[in-house]
Nanobody, 114 residues
Framework: VQLQASGGGLVQAGGFLRLSCAAS????????MGWYRQAPGKQRELVAV???????NYADSVKGRFTIFRDNGKNTVYLQMNSLKPEDTAVYYC?????????WGRGTLVTVSS
């Protein structure tokens, strides 16, 4: 399974970005995909995950600002990030949990300036 993330960049506080993660390889219909992030000097943390039937779960810090959704036909998961804050600055990693195995994509950097 390969995960290709894109969409990071530099944005001002209050702005928005959309991250995309395309999965390829042995993708099974029953999976959980999501986004994690790691800020400098901090541990990687969950941002949002979504099941194959589009049930989402969010970290409290992003509820109401971020939306995760997926296109199963394209094996792609998205993270719409609105009202960005400087504390959202981090490397964002795409994750897929398939048949109890966890796969990670290369991170994409999101920088929010104040």
């Amino acid at each position: 399974v390969q995960l290709q993330a894109s969409g990071g960049g530099l944005v001002q506080a209050g702005g928005f970005l959309r991250l995309s993660c395309a999965a390829s390889g042995s993708i099974f219909s029953n999976n959980v995909m999501g986004w994690y992030r790691q800020a400098p000097g901090k541990q990687r943390e969950l941002v949002a995950v979504i099941t194959s039937v589009s049930m989402p779960n969010y970290a409290d810090s992003v509820k109401g600002r971020f939306t995760i959704f997926r296109d199963n036909g394209k094996n792609t998961v998205y993270l719409q990030m609105n009202s960005l804050k400087p504390e959202d600055t981090a490397v964002y990693y795409c994750n897929a949990n398939i048949l109890a195995r966890s796969y990670w994509g290369r991170g994409t950097l999101v920088t929010v300036s104040s």
